[in-house]
């Protein structure tokens, strides 16, 4: 009902409300934001009911637009996009969770702060893995003006601590994330119908990229009208290397935990 007091007068489109799933036929994009419990702690701590509730809309979307793009923004993002992917058997590249470019957002900014330097100066920021605890700064790759951002600071571990705590610091001040979230979603679902090409780090299932195989987890992406067009491979050095196995298996257990 709020959003809806949002559109010009002269859009073309409109927004409506409603419980009936045959209201998706023929939708290119679809974008999952449901959620059965909060959170306060740990994004996968209502992980069962969670996946419960994402085999049920999976069901929905496949009987009603089988052909849709797949937008995935609830929490366990990793987790559910697994789930989804494989409740419906939809390609992988169809299926997208949107929270690494969100991570990346503020892996981003960190630097900013850190540095008291514009955004702007800053180059090939990504976080990678899960949204969540074990997500993984890329370091290696950002440079600043020119310079690497690891002849510039002391320690990962500052940003990297803060990077993954930003939700419960958010959280602090208000209810969650609303904005930042919505502008990365945006900028994906912008590029698929103005058929244009993006690229960003998003959670897709893996079968072999990095080594890794049967689970969903942040990683460099190209996206178009088609969904993902590219899982792109990018140089980590040995310990993110190493970071990014860790933060495979651990969400390879919570799938098997589930």
């Known amino acids: 009902m709020d959003v809806a007091n949002a559109i010009p007068s002269t859009s073309k489109f409109s927004i409506r409300g409603t419980d009936d799933y045959s209201q998706l036929t023929g939708s290119k994009i679809v974008i999952i934001t449901a959620s059965s419990h909060g959170y306060s702690k740990d994004r996968a701590e209502n992980i069962k009911s969670q996946v419960i509730m ?9 009987q009603y637009c089988p052909s849709a793009i797949i937008l995935l923004v609830s929490n366990p993002l990793d987790i559910l996009t697994y789930f989804f992917q494989k409740e419906t058997g939809f390609t992988r590249f169809k299926v997208i969770g949107i929270a690494s470019s969100l991570d ?5 900014y960190l630097i900013s702060e850190k540095l008291s330097i514009p955004q702007s100066s800053i180059n090939n920021a990504l976080v990678l893995g899960e949204h969540g605890d074990s997500m993984i700064p890329i370091f290696s790759g950002v440079n600043v003006d020119g310079d690497s951002l690891l002849s510039l600071i002391d320690s990962r571990d500052s940003i ?20 930042g979230i919505a502008k990365n979603t945006y900028d994906v679902i912008n590029a698929i119908i103005t058929e244009k090409e993006i690229s960003l780090p998003a959670s897709v ?17 190209k996206i178009n009208k088609n969904g993902v067009s590219e899982i792109q491979k990018i ?10 196995r860790e933060s495979s298996n651990i969400i390879k257990n919570q799938i098997n935990s589930v």
């Open 205 to 221: 299932v893996l079968e072999g990229e990095y080594e890794q195989n049967d689970v969903a987890l942040g990683v460099p992406v």
């Open 235 to 244: 140089h980590l050095d040995e310990f993110e290397l190493k970071q990014f």
């Open 160 to 179: 990297t601590n803060d990077l993954r705590n930003y939700w419960k610091d958010l959280r602090n001040h208000k209810s969650r994330s609303q904005f």
């Open 104 to 108: 990346t957002s503020r892996f981003r």
């Open 54 to 62: 994402i085999k049920e809309i999976a069901g929905k979307i496949k």
